[in-house]
Protein backbone atom coordinates (compact mmCIF):
# COMPACT_ATOMS: atom_id res chain seq x y z
CA UNK A 1 0.00 0.00 0.00
CA UNK A 2 1.52 3.50 -0.91
CA UNK A 3 2.30 6.37 2.01
CA UNK A 4 -0.76 8.68 0.51
CA UNK A 5 -3.18 5.35 0.96
CA UNK A 6 -1.98 4.31 3.98
CA UNK A 7 -2.90 7.69 5.25
CA UNK A 8 -6.30 7.67 3.80
CA UNK A 9 -7.33 4.68 5.06
CA UNK A 10 -5.85 5.22 8.97
CA UNK A 11 -8.05 8.75 8.32
CA UNK A 12 -11.05 6.85 7.84
CA UNK A 13 -11.31 4.23 10.68
CA UNK A 14 -12.76 6.13 12.71
CA UNK A 15 -16.15 6.55 10.15
CA UNK A 16 -16.43 3.55 9.48
CA UNK A 17 -16.28 2.27 13.16
CA UNK A 18 -19.17 4.53 13.60
CA UNK A 19 -21.58 2.67 11.02
CA UNK A 20 -23.91 1.12 13.02
CA UNK A 21 -26.19 -2.41 12.11
CA UNK A 22 -29.78 -1.77 11.05
CA UNK A 23 -32.29 -2.42 13.46
CA UNK A 24 -33.69 -5.93 13.35
CA UNK A 25 -36.54 -6.31 10.91
CA UNK A 26 -38.97 -8.01 13.49
CA UNK A 27 -38.23 -8.98 17.30
CA UNK A 28 -39.89 -11.62 19.45
CA UNK A 29 -39.76 -11.76 22.88
CA UNK A 30 -37.42 -14.30 22.30
CA UNK A 31 -34.98 -11.93 20.02
CA UNK A 32 -31.32 -12.17 21.67
CA UNK A 33 -30.69 -9.44 23.11
CA UNK A 34 -27.17 -9.01 23.20
CA UNK A 35 -25.24 -6.78 20.68
CA UNK A 36 -21.33 -7.58 19.96
CA UNK A 37 -20.13 -3.87 20.12
CA UNK A 38 -21.43 -0.03 20.81
CA UNK A 39 -19.41 2.73 19.52
CA UNK A 40 -20.27 5.35 21.94
CA UNK A 41 -18.15 7.97 19.58
CA UNK A 42 -20.68 9.88 17.73
CA UNK A 43 -20.46 12.00 14.60
CA UNK A 44 -20.57 15.31 16.61
CA UNK A 45 -17.58 14.26 18.60
CA UNK A 46 -15.35 17.12 18.38
CA UNK A 47 -12.53 14.33 17.93
CA UNK A 48 -10.77 12.19 16.27
CA UNK A 49 -9.58 8.54 17.46
CA UNK A 50 -7.58 6.17 16.37
CA UNK A 51 -5.98 2.71 16.54
CA UNK A 52 -3.04 1.36 15.44
CA UNK A 53 -0.83 -1.57 15.77
CA UNK A 54 2.69 -0.04 15.23
CA UNK A 55 5.44 -2.62 14.32
CA UNK A 56 8.43 -2.77 16.02
CA UNK A 57 11.97 -3.20 14.08
CA UNK A 58 11.58 -7.04 15.05
CA UNK A 59 8.36 -7.51 14.15
CA UNK A 60 6.27 -7.14 17.07
CA UNK A 61 3.05 -5.07 17.02
CA UNK A 62 2.05 -2.25 19.26
CA UNK A 63 -1.28 -0.96 20.14
CA UNK A 64 -1.13 2.51 19.70
CA UNK A 65 -4.38 5.23 20.70
CA UNK A 66 -4.07 8.62 18.87
CA UNK A 67 -6.11 11.20 19.61
CA UNK A 68 -6.70 15.14 18.36
CA UNK A 69 -9.28 17.50 17.96
CA UNK A 70 -11.02 17.57 14.86
CA UNK A 71 -9.58 20.20 12.56
CA UNK A 72 -6.10 19.43 14.16
CA UNK A 73 -3.00 20.81 11.15
CA UNK A 74 0.50 21.21 12.20
CA UNK A 75 0.16 19.44 15.15
CA UNK A 76 3.47 18.46 17.48
CA UNK A 77 2.88 14.72 18.78
CA UNK A 78 3.01 14.04 22.67
CA UNK A 79 3.27 9.99 23.54
CA UNK A 80 3.20 8.20 26.55
CA UNK A 81 4.39 4.90 26.39
CA UNK A 82 2.29 2.49 29.17
CA UNK A 83 1.92 -0.60 31.06
CA UNK A 84 -1.26 0.27 31.94
CA UNK A 85 -3.59 0.04 29.13
CA UNK A 86 -3.38 2.65 26.47
CA UNK A 87 -7.15 1.99 25.72
CA UNK A 88 -8.86 2.49 28.97
CA UNK A 89 -6.16 5.56 29.84
CA UNK A 90 -7.52 7.48 26.69
CA UNK A 91 -11.35 6.72 28.06
CA UNK A 92 -11.69 8.58 30.68
CA UNK A 93 -15.13 8.74 30.58
CA UNK A 94 -17.93 8.77 27.91
CA UNK A 95 -17.84 11.70 26.00
CA UNK A 96 -18.20 13.33 22.78
CA UNK A 97 -15.46 15.99 24.20
CA UNK A 98 -12.64 15.18 23.97
CA UNK A 99 -11.19 17.12 27.25
CA UNK A 100 -13.45 14.73 29.26
CA UNK A 101 -12.60 11.30 27.37
CA UNK A 102 -8.82 11.88 27.79
CA UNK A 103 -6.58 11.74 31.03
CA UNK A 104 -7.16 15.53 32.56
CA UNK A 105 -3.14 16.20 32.47
CA UNK A 106 -3.59 16.49 28.47
CA UNK A 107 -6.67 19.23 28.39
CA UNK A 108 -4.45 22.12 27.83
CA UNK A 109 -2.38 20.83 25.45
CA UNK A 110 -5.11 18.66 23.40
CA UNK A 111 -7.11 22.13 22.74
CA UNK A 112 -3.76 23.49 21.79
CA UNK A 113 -3.80 21.39 18.44
CA UNK A 114 -1.08 18.84 20.39
CA UNK A 115 -1.86 15.24 19.07
CA UNK A 116 -2.14 13.08 21.92
CA UNK A 117 -0.79 9.06 21.93
CA UNK A 118 -0.67 6.30 24.24
CA UNK A 119 1.37 3.12 23.43
CA UNK A 120 0.83 0.06 24.93
CA UNK A 121 4.42 -1.20 26.01
CA UNK A 122 5.20 -4.87 24.34
CA UNK A 123 3.27 -7.35 25.85
CA UNK A 124 0.72 -6.08 27.77
CA UNK A 125 -2.43 -5.62 27.56
CA UNK A 126 -3.10 -4.96 23.15
CA UNK A 127 -0.01 -4.88 22.40
CA UNK A 128 2.45 -7.97 21.51
CA UNK A 129 5.33 -9.54 22.51
CA UNK A 130 6.75 -10.57 26.08
CA UNK A 131 6.68 -8.48 28.55
CA UNK A 132 9.67 -7.91 30.76
CA UNK A 133 9.43 -5.98 34.23
CA UNK A 134 11.59 -2.48 33.78
CA UNK A 135 13.36 -4.33 30.52
CA UNK A 136 17.35 -3.54 30.74
CA UNK A 137 18.71 -1.71 27.92
CA UNK A 138 20.58 -3.19 25.42
CA UNK A 139 23.97 -4.26 26.96
CA UNK A 140 25.37 -6.19 29.86
CA UNK A 141 21.89 -7.42 30.73
CA UNK A 142 20.13 -7.60 27.84
CA UNK A 143 21.68 -8.88 24.20
CA UNK A 144 18.55 -9.49 22.43
CA UNK A 145 18.65 -5.77 20.60
CA UNK A 146 15.11 -4.89 21.86
CA UNK A 147 14.50 -2.65 24.56
CA UNK A 148 12.20 0.32 25.51
CA UNK A 149 14.68 2.39 24.55
CA UNK A 150 14.25 0.91 20.60
CA UNK A 151 10.36 0.76 20.84
CA UNK A 152 10.10 4.29 21.79
CA UNK A 153 12.43 4.95 18.49
CA UNK A 154 10.35 2.94 16.20
CA UNK A 155 7.23 3.93 17.62
CA UNK A 156 8.64 7.70 17.13
CA UNK A 157 9.25 7.03 13.70
CA UNK A 158 6.19 5.47 12.65
CA UNK A 159 3.99 8.30 13.90
CA UNK A 160 6.11 11.17 12.25
CA UNK A 161 5.69 8.87 9.27
CA UNK A 162 2.08 7.85 9.56
CA UNK A 163 -0.07 10.91 11.08
CA UNK A 164 -0.34 13.54 8.67
CA UNK A 165 -1.88 16.39 10.73
CA UNK A 166 2.07 16.13 12.74
CA UNK A 167 4.54 18.40 12.23
CA UNK A 168 7.06 15.71 12.73
CA UNK A 169 7.95 16.62 16.27
CA UNK A 170 7.62 14.53 19.69
CA UNK A 171 8.02 15.12 23.19
CA UNK A 172 7.13 12.49 25.48
CA UNK A 173 6.15 12.83 28.52
CA UNK A 174 4.94 10.13 31.72
CA UNK A 175 5.08 9.67 35.23
CA UNK A 176 6.20 6.43 37.48
CA UNK A 177 6.97 3.42 35.23
CA UNK A 178 5.54 5.74 32.28
CA UNK A 179 8.26 8.04 33.83
CA UNK A 180 10.91 5.37 33.03
CA UNK A 181 9.60 4.88 29.86
CA UNK A 182 10.34 8.87 29.11
CA UNK A 183 14.10 8.23 30.31
CA UNK A 184 14.35 5.16 28.05
CA UNK A 185 12.81 7.07 25.35
CA UNK A 186 15.90 9.64 25.42
CA UNK A 187 18.66 6.48 25.24
CA UNK A 188 19.71 7.24 21.57
CA UNK A 189 16.76 9.05 20.96
CA UNK A 190 14.68 9.32 17.40
CA UNK A 191 15.57 12.97 15.37
CA UNK A 192 11.76 13.95 15.83
CA UNK A 193 12.09 13.63 19.40
CA UNK A 194 12.57 16.84 20.73
CA UNK A 195 12.03 17.48 24.61
CA UNK A 196 10.52 14.90 27.14
CA UNK A 197 9.53 14.87 30.87
CA UNK A 198 9.86 12.16 32.93
CA UNK A 199 7.30 12.53 36.22
CA UNK A 200 8.36 10.44 38.92
CA UNK A 201 10.36 8.39 37.23
CA UNK A 202 10.89 4.52 38.33
CA UNK A 203 15.06 4.70 37.99
CA UNK A 204 16.40 2.41 40.37
CA UNK A 205 14.22 0.08 42.01
CA UNK A 206 17.06 -0.93 44.95
CA UNK A 207 18.06 2.54 46.08
CA UNK A 208 15.08 4.25 46.97
CA UNK A 209 12.64 3.55 44.30
CA UNK A 210 9.58 0.88 43.91
CA UNK A 211 10.99 -2.42 45.34
CA UNK A 212 13.53 -1.60 47.95
CA UNK A 213 14.51 1.56 49.87
CA UNK A 214 18.17 1.12 51.11
CA UNK A 215 17.73 -2.16 51.37
CA UNK A 216 14.61 -2.62 53.12
CA UNK A 217 11.66 -4.92 51.17
CA UNK A 218 8.23 -2.73 50.20
CA UNK A 219 5.85 -5.23 50.76
CA UNK A 220 3.57 -3.54 48.07
CA UNK A 221 6.01 -5.34 45.57
CA UNK A 222 4.75 -8.43 45.20
CA UNK A 223 0.99 -7.00 44.54
CA UNK A 224 2.15 -4.97 41.57
CA UNK A 225 4.48 -8.39 40.35
CA UNK A 226 0.76 -10.12 40.18
CA UNK A 227 -1.52 -7.69 38.95
CA UNK A 228 2.00 -6.78 36.21
CA UNK A 229 2.67 -10.18 35.65
CA UNK A 230 -0.86 -11.95 35.24
CA UNK A 231 -1.38 -12.77 31.71
CA UNK A 232 -1.16 -9.27 30.20
CA UNK A 233 -1.66 -7.26 32.84
CA UNK A 234 -4.96 -8.97 33.58
CA UNK A 235 -4.19 -9.50 37.62
CA UNK A 236 -5.82 -7.51 40.26
CA UNK A 237 -3.26 -7.93 42.57
CA UNK A 238 -3.39 -9.90 46.12
CA UNK A 239 -6.74 -10.70 47.47
CA UNK A 240 -5.69 -9.34 51.14
CA UNK A 241 -9.51 -8.76 51.56
CA UNK A 242 -10.70 -5.03 52.98
CA UNK A 243 -8.86 -5.92 57.11
CA UNK A 244 -6.07 -4.70 58.57
CA UNK A 245 -2.85 -4.80 56.61
CA UNK A 246 -0.96 -5.12 59.96
CA UNK A 247 -2.00 -7.82 60.92
CA UNK A 248 -2.37 -9.87 57.44
CA UNK A 249 1.32 -9.02 56.53
CA UNK A 250 2.56 -9.47 60.46
CA UNK A 251 0.68 -13.00 60.65
CA UNK A 252 2.26 -13.77 57.49
CA UNK A 253 5.38 -14.30 58.78
CA UNK A 254 8.26 -13.88 56.19
CA UNK A 255 7.86 -12.38 52.49
CA UNK A 256 9.00 -15.97 51.06
CA UNK A 257 6.29 -17.42 53.78
CA UNK A 258 3.18 -14.87 52.28
CA UNK A 259 4.41 -16.08 48.62
CA UNK A 260 4.04 -19.60 49.32
CA UNK A 261 0.73 -19.24 50.89
CA UNK A 262 -0.50 -17.06 48.02
CA UNK A 263 1.05 -19.70 45.35
CA UNK A 264 2.73 -16.71 43.72
CA UNK A 265 6.50 -18.48 44.24
CA UNK A 266 6.31 -19.41 40.21
CA UNK A 267 6.42 -15.68 39.16
CA UNK A 268 9.29 -14.74 37.49
CA UNK A 269 9.53 -11.15 39.25
CA UNK A 270 8.88 -12.79 42.62
CA UNK A 271 12.11 -14.65 42.19
CA UNK A 272 13.89 -11.71 40.76
CA UNK A 273 13.18 -9.80 44.01
CA UNK A 274 13.51 -12.89 46.61
CA UNK A 275 16.92 -13.97 44.52
CA UNK A 276 18.58 -10.74 44.61
CA UNK A 277 18.35 -9.20 47.92
CA UNK A 278 21.33 -7.22 47.67
CA UNK A 279 22.73 -4.05 45.44
CA UNK A 280 24.48 -6.56 43.15
CA UNK A 281 24.86 -6.30 39.08
CA UNK A 282 21.27 -7.50 38.78
CA UNK A 283 20.19 -4.18 40.00
CA UNK A 284 22.99 -1.53 39.81
CA UNK A 285 23.35 -2.43 36.02
CA UNK A 286 19.53 -1.63 35.52
CA UNK A 287 19.87 1.69 37.50
CA UNK A 288 18.96 4.08 34.66
CA UNK A 289 20.48 7.51 35.95
CA UNK A 290 23.57 5.02 35.55
CA UNK A 291 22.29 4.54 31.92
CA UNK A 292 21.86 8.36 31.16
CA UNK A 293 24.94 9.27 32.77
CA UNK A 294 27.29 7.17 30.20
CA UNK A 295 25.62 8.54 27.23
CA UNK A 296 25.33 12.10 25.38
CA UNK A 297 21.94 14.17 26.99
CA UNK A 298 20.71 15.57 23.81
CA UNK A 299 16.95 15.68 24.41
CA UNK A 300 16.15 18.50 26.42
CA UNK A 301 14.30 16.93 29.95
CA UNK A 302 12.24 18.66 32.73
CA UNK A 303 12.15 16.27 35.31
CA UNK A 304 9.20 15.98 38.30
CA UNK A 305 9.02 14.31 41.47
CA UNK A 306 6.66 14.81 44.41
CA UNK A 307 7.88 15.67 47.14
CA UNK A 308 6.42 13.39 48.95
CA UNK A 309 6.15 10.58 46.53
CA UNK A 310 5.04 7.71 48.17
CA UNK A 311 6.51 5.57 45.58
CA UNK A 312 9.60 6.77 43.46
CA UNK A 313 10.87 10.00 45.43
CA UNK A 314 14.50 9.02 44.69
CA UNK A 315 14.59 8.37 40.71
CA UNK A 316 14.21 11.86 39.55
CA UNK A 317 16.70 13.64 41.91
CA UNK A 318 18.76 10.72 41.24
CA UNK A 319 18.90 11.28 37.30
CA UNK A 320 19.37 15.29 37.47
CA UNK A 321 22.57 14.65 40.19
CA UNK A 322 24.21 12.05 37.51
CA UNK A 323 23.79 14.81 35.14
CA UNK A 324 24.61 18.02 36.40
CA UNK A 325 27.99 18.08 36.60
CA UNK A 326 27.65 18.16 33.09
CA UNK A 327 24.45 19.60 32.25
CA UNK A 328 22.92 22.11 34.99
CA UNK A 329 22.71 25.31 33.35
CA UNK A 330 23.01 23.93 29.92
CA UNK A 331 19.35 24.54 28.96
CA UNK A 332 19.13 20.83 28.23
CA UNK A 333 18.35 19.94 32.12
CA UNK A 334 15.62 20.63 34.81
CA UNK A 335 14.20 19.13 37.91
CA UNK A 336 10.76 20.32 38.95
CA UNK A 337 9.93 19.56 42.66
CA UNK A 338 6.19 20.11 43.49
CA UNK A 339 3.89 19.55 46.81
CA UNK A 340 2.57 16.20 45.74
CA UNK A 341 1.72 12.66 46.39
CA UNK A 342 3.21 10.04 43.65
CA UNK A 343 1.53 11.23 40.26
CA UNK A 344 0.13 13.77 41.57
CA UNK A 345 1.40 16.73 39.26
CA UNK A 346 -1.18 15.05 36.39
CA UNK A 347 -4.15 15.71 38.87
CA UNK A 348 -4.88 18.29 41.06
CA UNK A 349 -2.81 19.62 43.64
CA UNK A 350 -4.91 22.08 45.98
CA UNK A 351 -3.90 19.58 49.18
CA UNK A 352 -2.48 16.83 50.12
CA UNK A 353 -4.07 15.07 53.14
CA UNK A 354 -4.65 17.46 55.89
CA UNK A 355 -2.00 20.06 54.76
CA UNK A 356 -3.40 22.83 51.92
CA UNK A 357 -1.65 24.82 49.37
CA UNK A 358 -2.85 27.98 47.52
CA UNK A 359 -4.77 27.23 44.48
CA UNK A 360 -4.33 24.01 42.41
CA UNK A 361 -0.22 23.46 42.58
CA UNK A 362 -0.72 21.05 39.54
CA UNK A 363 -2.50 22.55 37.17
CA UNK A 364 -0.30 25.86 37.44
CA UNK A 365 2.66 23.58 37.33
CA UNK A 366 1.55 22.25 34.20
CA UNK A 367 0.13 26.08 32.64
CA UNK A 368 2.92 27.90 33.79
CA UNK A 369 5.85 25.49 33.04
CA UNK A 370 5.10 22.18 30.94
CA UNK A 371 3.22 23.56 28.20
CA UNK A 372 5.25 26.45 27.46
CA UNK A 373 8.46 24.01 27.41
CA UNK A 374 6.76 21.43 24.98
CA UNK A 375 5.20 24.88 23.38
CA UNK A 376 8.87 25.87 22.63
CA UNK A 377 10.57 22.88 21.75
CA UNK A 378 7.64 21.40 19.73
CA UNK A 379 5.97 24.50 18.07
CA UNK A 380 8.78 26.74 18.06
CA UNK A 381 7.21 29.44 20.68
CA UNK A 382 9.19 31.49 22.27
CA UNK A 383 12.11 30.08 25.13
CA UNK A 384 10.01 30.22 28.37
CA UNK A 385 13.38 30.42 30.42
CA UNK A 386 12.88 27.15 32.37
CA UNK A 387 14.96 27.75 35.28
CA UNK A 388 17.49 25.03 36.33
CA UNK A 389 15.19 23.69 39.41
CA UNK A 390 11.79 24.81 40.13
CA UNK A 391 10.84 24.33 43.55
CA UNK A 392 7.69 24.73 45.47
CA UNK A 393 8.55 25.85 49.38
CA UNK A 394 6.48 24.23 51.48
CA UNK A 395 5.47 26.04 54.68
CA UNK A 396 5.57 29.42 52.47
CA UNK A 397 3.54 28.01 49.41
CA UNK A 398 5.29 29.66 47.05
CA UNK A 399 7.25 28.53 43.75
CA UNK A 400 10.84 29.45 43.59
CA UNK A 401 13.12 29.33 40.85
CA UNK A 402 17.08 28.27 41.63
CA UNK A 403 19.70 28.12 39.63
CA UNK A 404 20.75 24.72 40.78
CA UNK A 405 19.88 21.98 42.97
CA UNK A 406 20.58 21.27 45.72
CA UNK A 407 20.71 24.81 47.19
CA UNK A 408 21.55 24.31 50.17
CA UNK A 409 24.47 24.51 52.62
CA UNK A 410 24.48 20.93 54.88
CA UNK A 411 24.29 22.03 58.64
CA UNK A 412 24.21 19.51 61.34
CA UNK A 413 21.22 19.79 63.57
CA UNK A 414 22.38 17.37 66.60
CA UNK A 415 20.31 15.13 68.88
CA UNK A 416 20.97 16.17 72.62
CA UNK A 417 19.85 15.32 75.91
CA UNK A 418 16.32 14.74 77.12
CA UNK A 419 14.54 14.29 74.03
CA UNK A 420 16.40 17.90 72.53
CA UNK A 421 17.43 18.75 69.34
CA UNK A 422 19.79 21.79 68.14
CA UNK A 423 22.03 23.60 66.05
CA UNK A 424 25.29 22.96 68.83
CA UNK A 425 27.50 20.34 68.78
CA UNK A 426 26.67 18.42 72.43
CA UNK A 427 30.17 18.57 73.95
CA UNK A 428 29.18 14.90 76.19
CA UNK A 429 27.95 11.98 74.86
CA UNK A 430 24.85 10.15 75.67
CA UNK A 431 22.74 7.35 74.57
CA UNK A 432 19.33 6.49 74.87
CA UNK A 433 17.80 2.91 74.13
CA UNK A 434 14.42 1.43 73.35
CA UNK A 435 13.06 -2.45 72.89
CA UNK A 436 12.41 -2.97 69.03
CA UNK A 437 10.18 -5.79 68.96
CA UNK A 438 9.56 -7.58 65.39
CA UNK A 439 6.10 -9.16 66.68
CA UNK A 440 4.87 -5.82 67.45
CA UNK A 441 6.43 -3.70 64.91
CA UNK A 442 5.68 -0.07 64.99
CA UNK A 443 2.94 1.15 62.24
CA UNK A 444 3.12 3.95 59.38
CA UNK A 445 -0.21 5.00 60.00
CA UNK A 446 -3.11 5.05 62.77
CA UNK A 447 -4.64 0.99 62.26
CA UNK A 448 -6.34 -0.36 60.85
CA UNK A 449 -4.50 0.36 57.30
CA UNK A 450 -6.21 0.00 54.27
CA UNK A 451 -5.58 1.19 50.48
CA UNK A 452 -7.33 4.25 50.65
CA UNK A 453 -4.94 5.92 52.54
CA UNK A 454 -1.27 5.04 50.59
CA UNK A 455 -1.35 8.33 48.78
CA UNK A 456 -1.07 10.79 51.52
CA UNK A 457 0.54 8.60 54.29
CA UNK A 458 3.79 10.65 53.93
CA UNK A 459 1.45 14.23 55.29
CA UNK A 460 0.19 11.72 58.54
CA UNK A 461 0.33 13.45 61.79
CA UNK A 462 3.22 11.65 63.49
CA UNK A 463 1.37 12.25 66.63
CA UNK A 464 -0.01 8.66 66.63
CA UNK A 465 2.95 6.67 67.38
CA UNK A 466 4.24 9.21 70.68
CA UNK A 467 3.36 7.23 73.24
CA UNK A 468 5.01 3.96 71.78
CA UNK A 469 7.91 3.25 74.01
CA UNK A 470 10.33 2.13 70.78
CA UNK A 471 10.24 6.11 68.97
CA UNK A 472 12.06 7.99 70.36
CA UNK A 473 11.66 11.70 69.40
CA UNK A 474 14.23 14.88 70.08
CA UNK A 475 12.76 18.11 68.94
CA UNK A 476 14.20 21.79 68.97
CA UNK A 477 12.84 24.70 71.24
CA UNK A 478 10.22 27.09 69.09
CA UNK A 479 11.96 28.39 66.39
CA UNK A 480 12.78 32.47 66.55
CA UNK A 481 13.46 32.65 62.97
CA UNK A 482 12.63 30.67 59.81
CA UNK A 483 14.62 27.79 59.12
CA UNK A 484 14.43 27.42 54.92
CA UNK A 485 15.65 23.89 53.84
CA UNK A 486 16.34 23.40 50.11
CA UNK A 487 17.98 20.06 48.89
CA UNK A 488 17.82 15.79 50.62
CA UNK A 489 18.88 16.39 53.73
CA UNK A 490 21.56 13.76 55.37
CA UNK A 491 21.28 11.49 58.49
CA UNK A 492 24.54 10.31 60.41
CA UNK A 493 23.39 7.89 62.79
CA UNK A 494 25.73 6.49 65.53
CA UNK A 495 23.30 3.48 66.62
CA UNK A 496 24.06 -0.07 68.10
CA UNK A 497 21.97 -2.99 68.43
CA UNK A 498 21.89 -5.91 70.76
CA UNK A 499 20.91 -7.96 67.85
CA UNK A 500 22.78 -8.65 64.62
CA UNK A 501 20.99 -7.22 62.06
CA UNK A 502 18.59 -4.21 62.52
CA UNK A 503 16.93 -1.60 60.35
CA UNK A 504 16.76 2.40 61.59
CA UNK A 505 13.95 4.72 60.21
CA UNK A 506 14.54 8.63 60.78
CA UNK A 507 11.41 11.22 60.20
CA UNK A 508 12.44 14.81 60.04
CA UNK A 509 9.08 16.29 61.42
CA UNK A 510 7.70 19.92 61.31
CA UNK A 511 5.80 20.33 64.79
CA UNK A 512 2.69 23.40 64.24
CA UNK A 513 2.20 25.38 67.87
CA UNK A 514 -0.69 24.43 69.61
CA UNK A 515 -2.76 27.39 68.28
CA UNK A 516 -6.56 27.94 68.57
CA UNK A 517 -7.72 28.54 64.79
CA UNK A 518 -11.48 29.82 64.04
CA UNK A 519 -13.89 27.08 63.34
CA UNK A 520 -15.16 25.41 60.40
CA UNK A 521 -17.68 27.44 60.07
CA UNK A 522 -15.53 30.53 59.61
CA UNK A 523 -14.23 28.72 56.54
CA UNK A 524 -11.15 27.47 58.00
CA UNK A 525 -9.29 24.26 57.17
CA UNK A 526 -8.11 21.36 58.96
CA UNK A 527 -7.32 22.23 62.59
CA UNK A 528 -3.18 21.62 62.54
CA UNK A 529 -2.50 23.36 66.20
CA UNK A 530 0.42 20.67 67.10
CA UNK A 531 0.33 18.88 64.07
CA UNK A 532 3.44 16.52 63.31
CA UNK A 533 4.41 17.02 60.09
CA UNK A 534 6.76 14.87 58.25
CA UNK A 535 8.95 16.54 55.55
CA UNK A 536 11.25 13.21 55.16
CA UNK A 537 11.05 9.60 56.22
CA UNK A 538 13.23 7.05 55.02
CA UNK A 539 14.71 3.47 56.40
CA UNK A 540 17.88 2.18 56.29
CA UNK A 541 18.60 -1.80 56.89
CA UNK A 542 21.39 -1.97 58.51
CA UNK A 543 23.24 -5.09 56.96
CA UNK A 544 24.17 -3.05 54.16
CA UNK A 545 26.45 0.01 56.68
CA UNK A 546 29.24 -1.16 54.72
CA UNK A 547 28.35 -2.22 51.49
CA UNK A 548 25.06 -2.02 49.40
CA UNK A 549 26.56 -5.36 47.59
CA UNK A 550 28.19 -6.93 50.48
CA UNK A 551 25.86 -7.67 53.50
CA UNK A 552 26.94 -8.61 56.97
CA UNK A 553 25.87 -9.40 60.54
CA UNK A 554 25.97 -6.44 62.65
CA UNK A 555 28.64 -6.34 65.74
CA UNK A 556 26.28 -6.75 68.58
CA UNK A 557 26.20 -3.88 70.95
CA UNK A 558 29.16 -2.24 68.76
CA UNK A 559 28.70 1.65 68.05
CA UNK A 560 27.98 1.70 63.57
CA UNK A 561 28.04 4.41 61.81
CA UNK A 562 25.01 4.91 59.38
CA UNK A 563 24.26 7.47 56.61
CA UNK A 564 21.56 7.96 54.18
CA UNK A 565 19.68 10.33 52.66
CA UNK A 566 15.93 11.83 53.28
CA UNK A 567 14.33 12.54 50.11
CA UNK A 568 14.50 16.20 48.33
CA UNK A 569 12.53 18.80 49.50
CA UNK A 570 11.95 22.95 49.35
CA UNK A 571 10.65 23.13 52.93
CA UNK A 572 10.43 26.64 55.59
CA UNK A 573 9.83 25.72 59.06
CA UNK A 574 8.88 29.17 60.53
CA UNK A 575 8.80 30.80 64.10
CA UNK A 576 7.34 29.12 66.33
CA UNK A 577 7.04 26.24 64.81
CA UNK A 578 9.81 23.13 65.98
CA UNK A 579 11.95 20.53 64.19
CA UNK A 580 11.14 16.85 65.41
CA UNK A 581 13.90 14.19 64.64
CA UNK A 582 11.84 10.85 65.24
CA UNK A 583 14.03 7.41 65.52
CA UNK A 584 12.21 4.01 65.16
CA UNK A 585 13.01 0.27 63.89
CA UNK A 586 10.20 -0.70 61.38
CA UNK A 587 8.04 1.14 59.51
CA UNK A 588 5.76 -1.77 58.68
CA UNK A 589 3.78 -2.65 56.75
CA UNK A 590 5.20 -0.72 53.62
CA UNK A 591 8.16 -2.37 54.62
CA UNK A 592 9.33 -6.33 55.69
CA UNK A 593 10.39 -7.11 59.10
CA UNK A 594 13.88 -7.20 60.12
CA UNK A 595 14.08 -10.15 62.50
CA UNK A 596 17.03 -8.63 63.95
CA UNK A 597 18.87 -11.82 63.83
CA UNK A 598 21.05 -12.00 60.72
CA UNK A 599 19.96 -14.41 58.18
CA UNK A 600 21.41 -15.02 54.56
CA UNK A 601 18.27 -13.91 53.06
CA UNK A 602 15.58 -11.90 55.25
CA UNK A 603 12.58 -13.08 52.34
CA UNK A 604 13.40 -16.92 54.24
CA UNK A 605 13.56 -15.77 57.91
CA UNK A 606 11.56 -18.40 60.03
CA UNK A 607 10.14 -17.84 63.02
CA UNK A 608 12.29 -18.10 65.30
CA UNK A 609 14.81 -15.80 63.60
CA UNK A 610 12.67 -12.81 64.27
CA UNK A 611 13.87 -11.56 68.16
CA UNK A 612 13.48 -8.47 70.57
CA UNK A 613 16.44 -6.57 70.26
CA UNK A 614 17.81 -3.41 72.70
CA UNK A 615 18.52 -0.66 70.23
CA UNK A 616 21.04 2.41 71.80
CA UNK A 617 20.94 5.47 69.82
CA UNK A 618 24.10 7.86 70.48
CA UNK A 619 24.53 11.15 70.87
CA UNK A 620 27.33 13.75 71.60
CA UNK A 621 31.12 13.61 71.49
CA UNK A 622 32.67 11.51 68.94
CA UNK A 623 29.37 9.80 68.18
CA UNK A 624 27.39 12.51 67.56
CA UNK A 625 24.19 11.74 65.67
CA UNK A 626 22.88 14.56 63.45
CA UNK A 627 20.82 14.82 60.76
CA UNK A 628 22.20 17.29 58.55
CA UNK A 629 19.74 20.25 56.84
CA UNK A 630 20.54 22.08 53.73
CA UNK A 631 20.00 25.51 54.64
CA UNK A 632 19.35 28.61 52.91
CA UNK A 633 20.21 31.75 54.10
Known amino acids: MSKPALRLAISILPLLSLAAAPPPARVTPMTPDVVAKYEPMLPEADFVKRVAMVPMRDGTKLYT ?68 MNRPIVGPLNNTGIDESTDAYDAIDWLVKNVPESNGKVGTIGSSYLGFLTLASEINPHPALKAAVPQSPMVDGWMGDDWFHNGAFRTGSLDFAVSQSTAKAEGKGIARGPGDDYSYYLQAGSMGDLARHLG ?12 NPAYTEFWSGQAV ?11 PTLIEVGQWDQEDSYGGPAVYKALKAKYEGSGLLHLAIGPWRHSGANHYGYDLGDITFTGDTALEWRQKWVKPFFDHYLK ?26 PMGTQTPLYLT ?45 QRFVTNRPDVISYTTAPLTKSVHIMGAPQVELYAATSGTDSDWVVKLIDVYPNETPEGA ?113
Open 521 to 633: SQGSKQDMSGFELPIGIEIFRGRYVDSFAKPRALRANKVEHYSWGLPNVNHVFLPGHKIMVQIQSSLFPVYDRNPQTFVPNIFYARQGDYRKATQTVYRGGATATSVMLPIVP
Open 65 to 132: VIVMKKGTQNGPILLSRTPYDAKGSMSRSASQSVVDTLPIMYKEFVNDGYIIVQQDIRGLHNSEGQFV
Open 380 to 405: GAPDPQTPNALTYATGINEWQASPRW
Open 289 to 299: DKWLAARPLTV
Open 417 to 461: GNGTAGFERPTVAGRDDYISDPANPVPYLPRPIGGAQWKSWLVQD
Open 264 to 275: IEHYPFVQKLFQ
